[in-house]
């Protein structure tokens, strides 16, 4: 069981960035999988980076070449560090932490999001 709180979001005019950061309670923070999503229109979570318990980045779309996932496991904290950010950026973004042990994507637990606006 982990709790997230995710913070950092905020208006950001084009080109600039934004750190994201999730603060994690609960058990078991450095043997879980944890992750970034992005709301989509359509009310889905669209998958933006991933690290694994060994520090393993995975980048997915539009994350590709601008964002970092990093984390702190004495801090019990997860980051996104998004550069050179554009409008199609704007939108929730949600913290995601997997089971212990098991892959993200399949029982996720959630925080609540923050809010990211790029304005043009």
């Known amino acids: 069981q982990v709790q997230l709180v995710e913070s950092g979001g905020g208006l950001v005019q084009v080109g600039g960035s934004l750190r994201l950061s999730c603060a994690a309670s609960?058990?078991?923070?450095?043997?879980?999988?944890m992750g970034w999503y992005r709301r989509t229109p359509g009310n889905q979570r669209e998958l933006l980076a991933a690290i694994t318990s060994g520090m393993v980045p995975t980048y997915f779309n539009s994350a590709k070449g601008r964002f970092t996932i990093s984390r702190d496991n004495a801090k019990n904290t997860v980051y996104l560090q998004m550069e050179r950010l554009k409008p199609l950026a704007t939108g929730v973004y949600y913290c995601a932490a997997a089971p212990p042990y098991d892959p993200l994507g399949v029982r996720n637990e959630w925080g609540q999001g923050t809010q990211v606006t790029v304005s043009p």
């Open positions: 609960g058990s078991d923070f450095s043997a879980r999988v």
